[in-house]
């Protein structure tokens, strides 16, 4: 069954380190791969997405992401990280055929000063 | 810019009542969903509509109705209400035109059924 798995439900990071969030997915093919990001009591905002050619790729805020067909990830990094960044992560996959955007559990990252 | 609108944003049921949350998109998108968020559950799908005139299960529609009114509207309907489904409610609606693909979310509906 196709699924995408976040292993990590909570991660504590101090301000200025680095962040990395795991992204995992189970597709017969590669599908489109998104990242969002959830601030407390927000709606969802993009972060980034791929889709074909270069692995990494660049969002806003600062993060990156690269995708690893090898490994089936498509993980989240940000080299330092500030208060501000403190929200819910959510990777999203489409299986590129059928127009169903489905949803990882999410991964909080709170900022620790 | 409106994007994509919800209402309401807050709910209160009793249990066996029934409602609609509307949803309108101003961005001319094909495809729109609806989700629901649970903690440590991230959201899931519970219908999608991939273009107008098509409705599509996700991973939990039991209990809930859809109906995509227009190209512009997708509401989602309980019709009798159970404890199970308090939660928070987005719709979310997108074009799928390869590198431009990305979707808009509502502000959400925080329903509570008591």
């Known amino acids: 069954a196709q699924s995408v798995t976040q292993p990590d439900i909570h991660i504590t990071v101090s301000e200025g380190a680095s962040l990395e969030l795991r992204c995992n997915y189970s597709?017969?093919?590669?599908?489109?791969l998104f990242w969002y990001v959830q601030s407390p009591g927000q709606g969802l905002q993009l972060l980034l997405k791929?889709?074909?050619?270069?692995?990494l790729v660049q969002g806003i805020k600062g993060f990156e992401a690269e995708f690893k067909r090898s490994q089936s990830s498509f993980n989240l990094r940000k080299p330092s990280v500030h208060w501000s960044d403190a929200a819910e992560y959510f990777c999203?996959?489409?299986?590129?055929?059928?127009?169903?955007?489905?949803f990882g559990a999410g991964t909080t990252v709170t900022v620790r000063a | 810019n409106a994007g994509v609108t919800q209402t309401p944003k807050f709910q209160v049921l009793k249990t066996g009542q029934s409602m609609t949350l509307q949803c309108a998109q101003d961005?001319?998108?094909?495809?729109m969903y609806w989700y629901r968020q649970d903690p440590g559950m991230g959201l899931r799908l519970i219908y999608y509509?991939?273009?107008?005139?098509?409705?599509d299960k996700g991973e939990v529609p039991n209990g809930y109705n859809v109906s995509r009114l227009n190209k512009r509207e997708f509401s989602l309907r309980l019709e009798s209400a159970a404890p199970s489904q308090t939660s928070v409610y987005f719709c979310?609606?997108?074009?799928?035109?390869?590198?431009?693909?990305?979707?808009?979310f509502g502000q959400g509906t925080r329903l509570t059924v008591v």
């Open positions: 979310a609606s997108s074009t799928w035109t390869g590198q431009n693909t990305e979707a808009f």
């Open positions: 597709y017969g093919a590669t599908p489109y």
């Open positions: 791929y889709f074909s050619g270069d692995t």
């Open positions: 999203a996959v489409d299986a590129r055929d059928d127009y169903k955007l489905s």
């Open positions: 961005m001319n998108h094909n495809s």
């Open positions: 509509s991939a273009s107008e005139g098509t409705t």
